[in-house]
């Protein structure tokens, strides 16, 4: 009987196994489940921190195993956190609404209540109907589907226009980065639907658990991000082990020779490319309603090219390496701009983090190309010598994890 697939893969095992310790730490810790040594904001902080986990996850796929240097990525994580936000912003104006009219004299229409809902929520921008895009704000069911169906849908039409149209290289970077900065200004309009400028807020209050305090709700949520981690950590472990992982590494390493062999290099690269995008919306989803609020600006194109940041340092091509390195550059930047790191007083001139932390950032990405591509994942070779196979004999294939002649011959000989 074969075992199963996390017990044949050791490393998804130990993953696994650290992501629950830790989850069990935190919340037997945390102010709302615990002992509370942790604070709820810090707890929040750690959520939101695997929700990014996630993402970078997600970007790894397209970018370290299949090679699409994706700079929109960031957007399809707006576009879920604006889905879920819809309902929640809705649901819960809908429940101020209902308050101050229960002294009405008469009972409230439907239409007047759903006119009052639009003014609260849209008097910010100048507008009191509810556009179009709201007409399901109402059911979370749909919203959910929403989550996943419009940013999927987006990155189907996108990646189909171009890889049809065999754009690679910067010039498909290019293009993904036109299209987040085209969403990103779309939806700074006020006429946008989704508040412009404001974006959406108060996503914290969760409609049916206004009774719960945030400690608990927040534990909650890393909960589910964790869960969400977990499984999507699983799911890329699954896909790159076996044939469907070789054959978008082969694509990586050289595209023509793939094509050249029969595989249909669009499909597979189509299909990483939406599924990697809905894997970013689901952390979106799971983001916002712990930030509290959702605007254009979280969608600019800088955000993408951080998100390239993270899993170069972390080390691309590997699962645990984009996990390390968003978990890494996202708590130290939690406490570098959040006042944790004290300022240098040089005398003529004093070094203020909040300041000086891109640069920081910069100059890290700068030397971990130059000096150790492999990024911090890479660490874990060192420690484990026995996960990189000793190379003999010339390569059999242009990348760095390709077998050479010797490998070929003991594969043959079934040793």
């Known amino acids: 009987m074969r075992r199963p697939f996390v017990l044949r893969h050791p490393s998804v095992l130990v993953f696994l196994a650290l992501l629950a310790l830790f989850t069990l730490g935190v919340t037997l810790l945390s102010e709302g489940m615990g002992l509370g040594l942790i604070s709820t904001s810090f707890v929040k902080t750690l959520g939101k921190t695997l929700c990014l986990c996630l993402i970078a996850v997600a970007m790894d796929l397209v970018w370290g195993y299949c090679g699409i240097l994706s700079l929109g990525h960031f957007a399809f994580f707006g576009l879920g956190g604006y889905m879920i936000g819809m309902w929640l912003m809705y649901e819960r104006t809908k429940g101020i609404v209902l308050d101050s009219l229960v002294n009405a004299p008469l009972p409230p229409t439907p239409e007047e209540v759903r006119a009052a809902i639009g003014t609260q929520i849209f008097g910010v921008v100048g507008g009191s109907e509810i556009p179009v895009i709201w007409t399901f704000a109402d059911s979370l069911l749909v919203q959910l589907a929403l989550v996943v169906l419009v940013p999927g849908l987006l990155a189907l039409v996108f990646g189909w226009l171009a890889f049809r149209s065999r754009v690679t290289g910067v010039y498909l970077s290019i293009l993904t980065q036109a299209m987040t900065l085209a969403l990103s200004l779309y939806l700074f309009q006020n006429d946008s639907g989704l508040r412009g400028n404001n974006g959406l807020s108060g996503l914290q209050n969760v409609p049916g658990l206004l009774h719960l305090p ?202």
């Open 214 to 415: 945030q400690s608990v709700v927040s534990i909650g949520f890393f909960w589910a991000s964790a869960l969400a981690l977990g499984l999507a950590y699983v799911l890329a472990a699954w896909l790159v082990s076996g044939k469907f992982g070789s054959v978008v590494r082969g694509i990586r390493d050289d595209e023509a020779r793939v094509r050249f062999l029969g595989y249909d290099v669009e499909a597979y690269k189509l299909t990483v490319f939406t599924l990697t995008a809905v894997l970013a919306a689901l952390a979106g989803a799971l983001y916002y309603p712990q930030a509290g609020i959702i605007n254009p600006a979280e969608i600019a194109p800088i955000a993408s090219i951080y998100l390239a940041v993270w899993v170069a340092i972390g080390g691309r091509g590997r699962l645990y390496g984009a996990v390390i390195g968003a978990a890494f550059v996202s708590l130290l930047s939690s406490w570098f701009t959040g006042g944790g790191a004290p300022p240098i007083d040089l005398g003529v001139y004093t070094v203020q983090w909040t300041d000086w932390w891109l640069v920081l950032l910069g100059l890290s990405f700068v030397a971990v190309t130059l000096f150790a591509p492999k990024g911090i994942g890479g660490l874990v070779d060192l420690v484990l010598p026995g996960r990189v196979p000793d190379r003999h004999g010339a390569d059999l294939g242009p990348g760095q994890g390709a077998l050479r002649e010797a490998e070929q011959a003991r594969t043959e000989d079934g040793k």
